[in-house]
């Protein structure tokens, strides 16, 4: 669990950004109204046009789900003494959470196709480039994200939070990846990393908040409050520019080509290259 100071900072993030997010709902609905033709496709080449009223309910459900992981979880772990030590993941909870990611991944993916008779395939773009590019246009993306990612990494930790954050430890996932004492949890983990974590990160995040957004606000506005939602997931303030720089850049990706598999694969490069650099510094 983040310590109290981390988890006041994620509420207020959070807070901010869903009163931006009703204050552009309102704003661009108002100019909806008057100059139609000016946002009817909002531009760029994920479509938006299929997401409808009860999406963005649905919507607001999984932002209340968030809210309530951050807030409903107590003051932190933090004792008199400072931040009280928190003992490694077992095996079963690292499992418990990767099913748990897949079934709220599962039951998106079954309201769209059965409440909203939606096709997913269609509605994420995923016919729109063959694997093959969507592969090529990944991996030729994500070398100067990278670079770009850390950098920023190095940026804010290096010149500007190691002066002013009490706790710059690694994100609690990175840290289980470091402390697994067996091959076991260290392939689940890097399950967890590349494939599970992806998969529906980028379907919840990019294919389904980020085209929500889009649908009542514009292109713009929905990367930055889905980039926001995405950082703060993550409940680490050291990782919470680099995370949003990330989503952005990742956001860039998707509308570019108007097919999720790019992120998707992005987002695993991503996470498997930062894998292997642990393994080669470790």
Not at 85 to 112: D, I, R, W
Request: hydrophobic letters at 55%; one cysteine or more; glycine letters at 8%.
């Amino acid at each position: 669990m983040p310590d109290a100071a981390t988890l006041a900072v994620l509420r207020d993030v959070i807070s901010l950004t869903i009163i931006a997010i009703a204050l552009g709902v309102v704003l661009h609905g108002i100019a909806r109204m008057r100059r139609p033709a000016l946002v009817l496709e909002q531009g760029g080449n994920v479509i938006a046009r299929y997401f409808a009223l009860p999406d963005a309910y649905l919507m607001s459900i999984i932002i209340g789900v968030l809210i309530f992981g951050i807030t409903g979880g107590g003051q932190g772990g933090e004792t008199a003494g400072g931040v009280e030590p928190k003992a490694a993941p077992s095996f079963m909870l690292v499992l418990t959470n990767v099913v748990f990611m897949l079934g709220l991944c599962v039951c998106l993916l079954l309201y769209l196709v059965m409440l909203r008779g939606l096709n997913p395939a269609t509605l994420f773009g995923l016919r729109r480039l063959a694997p093959t590019r969507a592969a090529a246009f990944a991996m030729a993306s994500i070398v100067p994200l990278y670079i770009l990612v850390a950098s920023v990494a190095y940026s804010v930790n290096s010149g500007f939070l190691e002066h002013v954050w009490p706790n710059l430890n690694p994100q609690d996932a990175v840290k289980a990846f470091q402390d697994a004492d067996s091959m076991a949890m260290q392939i689940l983990l890097g399950i967890s990393a590349v494939i599970v974590a992806p998969l529906v990160e980028e379907t919840v995040f990019r294919g389904f908040i980020y085209g929500v957004l889009k649908r009542y606000t514009d292109g713009w506005f929905a990367a930055v409050c889905s980039a926001l939602f995405f950082s703060v997931v993550h409940m680490h303030v050291g990782s919470f520019v680099p995370l949003f720089i990330l989503a952005l850049g990742f956001c860039a990706a998707y509308e570019m080509t108007g097919c999720l598999l790019v992120p998707i694969l992005m987002h695993a490069l991503f996470n498997g290259t930062s894998i292997m650099l642990m393994f080669a510094i470790k």
